[in-house]
């Protein structure tokens, strides 16, 4: 299988762990991904806040490079998704639109190609090919997988059930771990807010923490850098405020699939989390 691969803004930064476990895990299950040349902003996570047609803009100029590498394209990162998966469903609806905002960028989309999260690409692997490559069982984690808010809505480009979603859940059982059943999977970490206005943020944060370790859960699962940036540094702070004492490490679902493939983990960059995932590492070996 081969992919454009847009990585985004956050996984050159301070997502840095996504990109290198993402890399590492599709190339050890043949999956080869082609980064899209010249990328730039897609406009997540403030674009569509300014102007409707700037948020369609910023998207439509990466995915016509994309289309010109022939490829379907796939983007790690939740918000990138949702904001190239938007674009791309809006602009296909509209061809008028489409011509107005193929104006705007001088490089024509045609609405050839498909926007895929890179949970569908790994997933689509296949569970059993998932699971004949695993040496290394994720036996002793019990993980709370979290999707936030981006992956699930809105309908026209949820990759799974809003409420319910399970395809991290898969992912990770495939790999050996337990998963729990808990309320906050799809509930919003504040994104962006934690920057803008943490107090607002910083109790969103807590809501989630406060369900993952009242199910049980070890640690965390996600599939976006906002949400691992807020779970994960703020994670101190929650528990400074608020007299807690959280310690749960969260992980980027590639990241726990490279451990139980046995891939090194300094190319999955296990050791640049706030919170340290040494412990909870240690009951895997």
């Known amino acids: 299988m081969k992919f454009a691969y847009y990585p985004g803004c956050s996984l050159e930064t301070s997502g840095k762990e996504y990109d290198l476990s993402t890399r590492a ?14 990328w730039s902003c897609c406009g997540a996570t403030a674009g569509h806040s300014t102007s409707h047609l700037l948020a369609l803009a910023l998207p439509a100029r990466n995915l016509a490079l994309a289309e010109k590498t022939g490829l379907d394209v796939t983007a790690p990162c ?15 609806q509209n061809p008028q639109l489409r011509e107005k905002v193929n104006e705007i960028t001088e490089r024509p989309f045609h609405g050839k190609i498909k926007v895929l999260s890179i949970l569908e690409v790994i997933s689509s692997v296949g569970l059993e090919q998932i699971r004949a490559q695993v040496v290394k069982p994720l036996k002793g984690l019990k993980i709370a997988a ?14 799974d059930d809003p409420e319910n979603p399970q395809i991290i859940e898969q992912i990770m059982q495939a790999a ?18 934690a920057i803008s206005n943490e107090e607002v943020a910083i109790p969103m944060v807590s809501r989630i923490l406060k369900a993952a370790a009242l199910s049980g859960a ?9 949400c691992h940036f ?34 090194n ?12 995932t040494g412990q909870v590492l240690k009951l895997v070996g």
């Open 78 to 92: 939740a918000a990138c998704y949702q904001r190239l998966a938007l674009a791309c469903h809006e602009l296909n």
């Open 230 to 263: 807020n779970l994960d540094m703020r994670q101190l702070k929650v528990n400074r405020l608020q007299g807690t004492n959280y310690h749960l490490p969260v992980f980027y679902f590639t990241q726990l699939l490279g451990v139980a493939m046995g891939l």
């Open 176 to 193: 050996g771990a337990d998963t729990v059943d808990w309320p906050h999977k799809t509930e919003c970490c504040g994104a962006s807010l």
């Open 146 to 159: 979290y999707y936030g808010c981006l992956l699930v809505r809105p309908r026209a480009i949820q990759i």
């Open 265 to 276: 983990p300094q190319d999955l960059s296990l050791h640049t989390h706030f919170v340290d």
């Open 25 to 38: 895990v599709s190339k050890h299950l043949g999956i080869e991904l082609k980064e899209v040349p010249d």
């Open 218 to 226: 070890n640690c965390l699962v996600c599939a976006c850098p906002l």
